[in-house]
């Protein structure tokens, strides 16, 4: 059975990486935004895989394959979404619409997602860094519980 949920998350991971566009979104199937170009919503679609992405990684259990093309894939992810924030602090469905809640409280997950993987890892950690004002290390972060991303 191991084998096989190992297998299936290889095939999920490489469909992911296959699907992620050049400017590092993706683009949900179902949930869209009426403010979003053609009513697209690639802040929702990013964070969500973004999120997987990232919680694959930190997931003791199971080795990927090629782990330099999903720290790639993440790094591309979390700079579009930095790219994208809003001036007023806040994400919209796309780069340009009035920001909302639900796809802010998605990106900053996301974002802090990204913050928990180790430093040399990504080339986008210290953007995120500066984007949420100087967080501590993730060692610091998970040593004392400031807060929990499950």
Same mark, same amino acid.
């Not at 199971?62 to 591309?76: F, G, Q, T, V």
């Not at 796809?103 to 913050?115: G, I, M, R």
């Given at each position: 059975?191991?084998?096989? @949920?190992?297998? #299936?998350?290889? %095939? /999920?991971?490489?469909? &992911?990486? =296959?699907? +992620?566009?050049?400017? *590092?979104? !993706?683009?949900?199937?179902?949930?869209?935004?009426?403010?979003?170009?053609?009513?697209?919503?690639?802040?929702?679609?990013?964070?969500?895989?973004?999120?997987?992405?990232?919680?694959?990684?930190?997931?003791?259990?199971?080795?990927?394959?090629?782990?330099?093309? @999903?720290?790639? #894939?993440?790094? %591309? /992810?979390?700079?579009? &979404?930095? =790219?994208? +924030?809003?001036?007023? *602090?806040? !994400?919209?469905?796309?780069?340009?619409?009035?920001?909302?809640?639900?796809?802010?409280?998605?990106?900053?997950?996301?974002?802090?997602?990204?913050?928990?993987?180790?430093?040399?890892?990504?080339?986008?950690?210290?953007?995120?860094?500066?984007?949420?004002?100087?967080?501590?290390?993730?060692?610091?972060?998970?040593?004392?519980? &400031?807060?929990?991303? +499950?």
């Amino acid at each position: 059975m191991r084998q096989r @949920i190992e297998a #299936a998350l290889e %095939k /999920a991971v490489k469909f &992911l990486l =296959k699907t +992620q566009l050049p400017d *590092g979104t !993706w683009i949900p199937l179902w949930f869209g935004n009426q403010f979003g170009p053609d009513d697209t919503n690639p802040t929702y679609g990013t964070t969500r895989v973004l999120h997987a992405l990232t919680e694959l990684l930190d997931f003791k259990e199971w080795k990927p394959a090629r782990p330099e093309k @999903i720290l790639n #894939a993440i790094s %591309k /992810a979390a700079d579009w &979404l930095i =790219k994208a +924030q809003n001036r007023e *602090g806040g !994400w919209a469905g796309a780069t340009s619409g009035p920001a909302s809640v639900e796809e802010t409280a998605l990106a900053v997950h996301a974002l802090a997602k990204v913050l928990l993987l180790p430093a040399e890892s990504l080339d986008c950690r210290h953007k995120c860094t500066r984007l949420f004002g100087g967080l501590p290390s993730s060692n610091h972060i998970r040593s004392h519980r &400031l807060c929990s991303f +499950q």
